[in-house]
C-alpha cells in the first residue's frame, strides 16, 4: 500500500499516546524519530527522517507562526514517495525517497493549509472517543510491553490481509472527520462544495464568484478572503481544468468568466 500517514484523534486519556509507545517498542525506536508538525516546515526539519521507519509527532497542533504551506508540500511529497532533498547541518545534502511513515497524534484536527485538498486523502484517520481521564489504569503500558511478540504476530497477520487487498480501509466512523479535515485546510473546497457547480458549460463572472466567496466566508466567520487573484489561484488548485475566458458583453466590454465552474 501507499498510505504513509495516519492520524490518531482523541480526548486526553483515550490512549493516543500508549498507542505510539508501544508501536515504537514493536518497530524498534532505533527505527523511528519524534519531529514536530512545525520543525518539517525548517530548513533542517526533514534530515531526521532519513533512514527511519516511524515519524510519531506527538501533539500535531501547530501555532500560527508556522508555515503550514510548506509542512503541507513536504508531507505530500514525502507521502507521494517522491524524491526529495534534505538539508542537513555542516555536511552535504541528502537525496532520495524517504521510506518513513507518519503516526500523528492530537486532542483536536489539526489546520495544515492545502489550497488542493489533497493531503487530507494521505490519511489514514482513527477517531477515539472513550476518555479514562481519573481512572487511568497505570500498569497498562507496561503489560502490553510485556505482550509485543503477540502484538507483532497480530500486527503480521494484518499486513497480510492488506498486502492481499492492496490498499487500507478508511474507517466509516472517519469520514466526518476527514470532510472536517479537507474543510480546515482549504476552505476554498468546502466554498466549491457548498454554493458551486463544477462542470463543463458552466461559468460564472471571476468577480461575482470572488463577491459570492466574501459572503461566504463572512457567514462561516472567517477572516481574510485575500484577494481576487489568490482566490482565483486557490480555485485552480481545487479545480485543475478551470479555464479563464474573456467574452464580449452586449456593448462589447469584454469581461473575464471561469469556465468549468458555476453557481448553484
Partial sequence: SQQKAFMLVGPKRSGKGT???????VIGPQNAVSPTLASLGTQFGTAPLIGKRLAIISDARISAKTDTAVVAERLLGITGEDSVSADRKFIDAWHGKLDVRFLL?????????????????????????????????????M?????????????????????????????????????DLED???????????VCVV????NVQC????REWGIWCDA?????????????????????????????????TQIRHYDG???V
Fill in 220 to 252: 462561516q466567520g472567517r477572516s481574510g478572503k485575500g484577494t481576487l487573484q489568490s482566490f482565483g489561484r486557490d480555485l485552480r488548485a481545487v479545480i485543475p481544468a478551470l479555464k479563464v475566458t474573456q467574452p464580449r458583453d452586449f456593448a462589447g
Fill in 105 to 141: 497524534i492530537s486532542n483536536e484536527l489539526p489546520r495544515i493549509a492545502d489550497a488542493s485538498g489533497a493531503l487530507p486523502s494521505r490519511f489514514i484517520v482513527l477517531i477515539l472517543t472513550n476518555s479514562f481521564f481519573g481512572k487511568e489504569d497505570r500498569g497498562l503500558t
Fill in 19 to 25: 498507542i505510539a509507545r508501544i508501536l515504537e517498542a
Fill in 184 to 194: 480546515l485546510g482549504s476552505p476554498i473546497s468546502a466554498f466549491i462544495r457548498d
Fill in 143 to 179: 503489560r502490553l510491553m510485556i505482550e509485543r511478540p503477540h502484538i507483532l504476530n497480530w500486527a503480521i497477520t494484518g499486513y497480510r490481509r492488506l498486502v492481499e487487498r492492496g490498499y487500507f480501509l478508511q474507517p466509516a466512523s472517519a469520514n466526518d472527520a476527514i470532510r
Fill in 261 to 263: 465552474v458555476g453557481l
Fill in 199 to 202: 462542470a463543463p458549460g458552466r
Fill in 207 to 210: 468577480s461575482q464568484l470572488f
